[in-house]
């Protein structure tokens, strides 16, 4: 397997983590989808990480290709890719309604104006 | 799957029958009254059945076989006394409450859940089976918490309607954890099957833990103090299920374990000893009371206190004694809460030492109730009088001195009940009692005194099958000893009590215990909130990374052994990818404006799209690129009115900020690089590849486990879909509703 791969996860997971303790409500969410990017490629890469043909069935008895790659991890991310949407959309959603009604970006302080 | 319910059929369909009928009740209040009558004639029938039905006879289905459980029923000597009395009683309390609650706002829902409690409380007697038995147990519980709340709008309901729930559902929960080391030791659930585990190292653990949900349940002390807030339900539950049936459940459960676990060491020290207390705090309980409802549920905590010592000696006389007192128990406390529900429908008083005068305007109900006091106090011709006897009997000397000091508070309960509420003049005002409401309580004394003069026929057909033959046969005709002494005295003291001292309303010790209990719970958890969950929102995700550090450190440190995959250097193609999604992190993180760290997010996903392209992965990088495209653009509609991106936090809180995260990060890769390097744990990748084609009739694999093998998982998917793009909705159509009102 290629020393690439753990080092993007790497990379992502610090990106992100770093990301979403800032003040800024945008950087908060670019922090969210660099996470979600990071924990989809852990989990791809988990199922052995090399360059592979797709897990697509060939020829007449409908064999798996020789050093295919793992079908399961795919499906899983494949879903994981979806709901991290979701998780992204409904976010954007609320930040946009929080900097309509608070009129500030800083979560510290839309925090302190919430508790007046 | 095996089917076998021919001989219990009649049963279950009278049981659906009574569901039904509760259901129509709860849908349909208007006509609550006729529903319960029918309700009464359903479970007078069901008693019926259930004298009938030969015992040994039983059902079941399975539920899941692999562990084998199953959904059991069965009918034996015990299953048919109590169901006699669950049946039984529920034809009075259903005849009673068609009247009692006709003007009741909530009466339909009232006489539905009496109905599904009925039901639940079949199945908890019947069951063959620990599991079983042990949803049916928690069902009653459900039922009763929604019958003692069911004035919802009142503080102290709902307050009562928790205790007991919480108080109940807490034993229940260390009941489960003894059925589950039952099972372990015995290997089945199965109550005709579990062989005697008296002599087994575990079985003191089990017997505790059993005790203890037969304590909760049976309102033993230190446990008592649920049973009298309880009666902040109405009058026809409070007879039912907290007097008559569901309280008994616990005595139920030790009776029917008995036999597999009554020789253990721990079974008589805990059990009398709990009983003994209980019948002293519940007497004293009801001394001090004054609420009509109050002083009979003191004395129901005393009767099951003296039930919970008997079956605690294990011999064969105790048990005989408790049975024999339970069905008179039954009968003559069912009368009195129905006598104290027409006290309070003639009057409108709920206090005892306000009731004056009403023996000349009721005659049938004084002598009902006088037939019933005879029960509490213990004394002349009738079914509780010849347990009792029996039960003193059977008691070695500790626990008689205990029941000795019970039974005058008892008596005196019973004397304050009998004479004041009926002498004197009739008051003015009073309302006509309606024969539905004075029937039962009469029907009831008449059947104790029935049962008093005939215990013998009682003793022969509901009894011996329990505890076997060779019992001495039961006599209403006391015999001169200790115990017909301990008796007289009783009396005479009682009697002096009564006339001697006044009702304190005092608040029990437990009671106070538990409000403390609850209280400290509050404070405590709103002071671990403050420490921890402070504010600013935003400064806990440190904490969480800092935990999630922690508990990924601990787990390296206890399994540091870690096989490291060969990594190798990449291609080209991946190298370059590997450089567009590392630059795009980079940016995104170091990005001035809003605009570009949204544009180098794109290049991140784009990135991961073609890597997943390289790697085998067609569908997911389909997938990414066009989640990517569409993230992108819904960023840039949200933002890009926004201004340049300012920096908040000061240099060294954002270098603490960093290293935290690069060494969560760290320890998430190495968990990475220690799953890889053993491909042994990823099998299941074989499986669908050979089944893809015959059982998906599809090429490609991704997409047959997504759509056909693990199709319910996508649904769960396209649910949280559809929630998010709720959320949205609704996030903005308030905005909407808002601008229009400006």
Redesign the interface.
């Known amino acids: ?4 791969l ?19 409500v ?2 908060v ?2 922090g969210i ?2 996470i979600g ?2 924990a ?3 989990v ?15 020829g007449k008895d ?1 064999a ?1 290709p020789p050093g ?8 899983l ?3 994981a ?3 991290s ?6 976010a ?6 929080l ?2 009604s608070m009129g500030d ?4 302080k839309i ?2 104006e919430a ?1 007046l | 799957m095996n089917f076998d319910l021919t001989s219990l059929q009649p049963l279950l369909v009278l049981s659906c029958l009574a569901l039904i009928l509760g259901g129509a009740a709860a849908v349909r209040p208007r006509v609550a009254e006729g529903i319960s009558w029918g309700l009464a004639a359903v479970s007078a029938l069901m008693a019926v059945v259930i004298g009938l039905t030969p015992l040994g006879t039983r059902a079941s289905v399975p539920w899941i076989p692999d562990w084998s459980v199953e959904w059991s029923l069965h009918i034996t000597g015990l299953s048919r006394l109590f169901g006699l009395v669950v049946c039984g009683m529920g034809t009075f309390v259903f005849a009673y409450a068609s009247r009692y609650l006709r003007d009741y706002e909530r009466r339909g829902e009232c006489i539905g859940l009496l109905a599904a409690f009925m039901v639940s409380m079949l199945g908890v007697v019947l069951a063959a089976d620990l599991v079983t038995l042990f949803v049916a147990w928690e069902l009653t519980s459900v039922t009763s918490f929604l019958l003692i709340g069911i004035e919802r709008e009142r503080e102290s309901a709902r307050r009562a309607a928790v205790q007991a729930f919480v108080v109940t559902g807490a034993g229940a929960l260390a009941m489960l954890a003894g059925f589950v080391m039952i099972y372990q030791v015995a290997g089945t659930w199965r109550l005709d099957q579990i062989p005697d585990l008296s002599s087994h190292p575990s079985t003191p653990w089990i017997v505790g833990l059993v005790a203890l949900g037969a304590m909760a349940k049976s309102a033993q002390v230190p446990f008592q103090f649920w049973l009298p807030s309880a009666m902040e339900a109405p009058t026809p539950v409070s007879a039912y299920l907290h007097s008559a049936t569901m309280v008994k459940a616990g005595v139920f459960l030790l009776l029917t374990l008995g036999p597999i676990l009554g020789k253990s060491l721990a079974w008589t020290p805990i059990l009398a000893t709990v009983g003994c207390l209980t019948a002293l705090a519940g007497a004293h309980l009801a001394w001090q009371a004054d609420d009509l409802k109050r002083i009979l549920a003191g004395t129901t905590v005393s009767s099951l206190g003296l039930m919970v010592a008997l079956v605690g000696l294990s011999k064969q006389l105790a048990t005989g004694a408790v049975l024999v007192f339970l069905l008179g128990h039954c009968l003559y406390k069912g009368a009195l809460f129905m006598v104290a529900g027409n006290f309070t429908f003639i009057s409108g008083e709920k206090k005892a030492s306000r009731l004056s005068g009403l023996g000349r305007a009721y005659p049938l109900l004084w002598a009902s109730a006088l037939v019933a006091e005879l029960g509490l106090a213990g004394f002349g011709p009738v079914l509780a009088f010849v347990g009792k006897e029996v039960a003193f009997k059977a008691a070695p000397l500790s626990m008689l001195i205990a029941l000795a000091v019970a039974s005058p508070m008892l008596v005196a309960c019973a004397w304050r009940l009998a004479f004041a509420p009926f002498l004197g003049p009739t008051p003015t005002g009073a309302r006509p009692l309606p024969l539905a409401m004075l029937l039962p309580p009469v029907l009831l004394g008449a059947m104790s005194l029935a049962g008093g003069f005939a215990p013998t026929a009682i003793q022969s057909w509901l009894i011996d099958p329990v505890v076997g033959p060779g019992l001495k046969r039961f006599s209403v005709i006391p015999e001169l000893d200790a115990a017909l002494l301990a008796t007289l005295l009783a009396l005479g003291v009682g009697i002096w009590l009564a006339l001697k001292t006044r009702p304190t309303n005092a608040v029990t010790l437990a009671e106070r215990a538990y409000g403390s209990v609850v209280a400290w719970l509050r404070q405590t958890g709103e002071s671990v909130r403050a420490t921890t969950q402070d ?4 400064k806990r ?2 904490t969480v ?1 800092l935990v999630a550090t922690t508990v990924l450190a601990i787990g390296f440190l206890a399994d540091p052994s870690m096989v490291w ?7 080209v193609p ?2 370059l990818v ?1 450089t567009l ?2 630059g795009g ?2 940016a ?2 170091f ?1 001035p404006t ?1 605009i570009s ?1 949204i544009v180098s ?1 794109g290049v ?2 784009l990135g ?1 799209a073609l ?2 392209l ?7 990088a389909m ?2 690129l066009t ?1 990517e495209i ?2 992108v653009v ?2 840039v509609l ?2 890009h009115h ?1 201004p340049r ?2 920096y ?2 000061t240099r060294s809180i954002r270098m603490r ?2 290293v ?3 060494v ?3 320890f ?2 190495l968990a ?2 220690s ?2 390097g053993r ?1 042994d744990l ?1 099998r ?2 074989e499986f ?2 050979a089944n ?2 015959p059982l998906a009739l599809g ?4 997409n047959t ?2 759509v056909d093998f ?1 199709a319910m ?2 649904l769960g ?1 396209i649910t ?2 559809a ?3 709720l ?2 909705t609704s ?2 159509g308030k ?1 909407l509703a808002h601008k229009e009102e400006a």
């Open positions: 397997m290629t020393i690439v753990p080092a993007l996860v790497l990379v992502l997971f610090a990106s992100g983590l770093f990301l979403i303790q800032r003040h800024t945008v950087k969410l670019f989808v660099l990017n990071a989809n490629l852990l791809f890469s988990s199922a052995g990480m090399r360059l592979a043909a797709p897990p697509i069935l060939e409908y798996m295919a790659s793992d079908p399961v991890a795919q499906a991310v494949l879903t890719i979806v709901i949407f979701a998780l992204t959309v409904l954007l959603a609320l930040a946009r309604r900097s309509q970006d800083d979560l510290d925090d302190e508790e | 504010k600013p929102v935003r995700v440190l990374i995959p060969d990594l190798q250097l990449p291609t991946v190298l590997a999604i590392f992190a980079v995104t993180v990005a809003r760290g997010l991140t996903g991961l890597l997943f390289l790697m085998g992965a067609p569908d997911l997938t990414q989640v569409v993230t819904i960023f949200v933002f926004l991106i300012g908040h936090a900020d960093a935290a995260a690069l969560l990060a760290g998430l890769t990475l690089l799953v890889t491909p990823a299941s990748a669908y590849a893809s084609m090429k490609n694999v991704v486990i997504i693990r998982d996508t998917e949280v879909l929630a998010a793009a959320g949205v996030l903005f905005s």
